[in-house]
C-alpha cells in the first residue's frame, strides 16, 4: 500500500473511531432520556392510533435494520465495484487522469469506506430515535426498550474495522 494511503487510512480509522462513540453516546443518552421521561397519557390520540403509530415506527427500524443499512453497507463497502471501475469512472469519481489508477482507487474506496460507515452509524442512531418518540407519544418501556436496544446492538455490531480496511485497500 502507498505510504500516503497508508497514513489517511490511520488518519481516517482515528476520525471513524472518534464518530462512532460520539453516536454511541447520543444513543445512550436518547436511553437515559427516554428512561427519564414519563409516558405522556394518550390525550392526543387513541390506545389504537398509538398502536397504529408503533407499528408505522416498528415497521421503519426494522425496514432499515434488515434492508437500507445492509444495501448501504453492501454498495458502500464493497471494494469489488471500486476494483473493477474503469478510468473514465474513476475520472467521473473525481480521480484527476495523472494519478497512479491503483493509488486512485485507493482513495476512492476510503472514501467510500468513510461514508458507508457514517451512513450506518446515522441510520443505526435513528431507530434510537424512533424509541424516544415512542416514549414521547407514550409507548411502554418496553418498546421504547427495543427501539433502542437494537439501535445499541447495530453500532456495538458495526464499529470501523481497520483489519478489513486495510485488506480491502492491499486487494486494489
Known sequence: MNPLIEEILARQLRSLRRIHAVILVLVLVMCAG?????SPSLGFASPV??????????????????????????????PDMVRRA??????????????????GRQAIFL???TAGCVITWGLGAS???????ARLIGSSAAVTA???????????????????????????
Open 34 to 38: 427516554a428512561i427519564l421521561i414519563e
Open 49 to 78: 392510533t398509538l398502536t397504529w403509530l408503533e407499528v408505522v415506527l416498528a415497521l421503519l427500524g426494522i425496514a432499515l435494520v434488515a434492508i437500507i443499512i445492509p444495501l448501504s453497507r453492501r454498495r458502500l463497502l464493497n
Open 86 to 103: 474503469k478510468s473514465d469512472t474513476l475520472q467521473a469519481w473525481g480521480v484527476p487522469q495523472e494519478i497512479d489508477p491503483t493509488i
Open 111 to 113: 472514501t467510500r469506506y
Open 127 to 133: 431507530v434510537g430515535l424512533y424509541g424516544l418518540i
Open 146 to 172: 427495543g427501539f433502542l436496544a437494537l439501535a445499541i446492538f447495530v453500532l456495538v455490531l458495526l464499529p470501523p474495522r481497520a483489519d478489513r480496511a486495510r485488506e480491502a485497500l492491499n486487494g486494489l
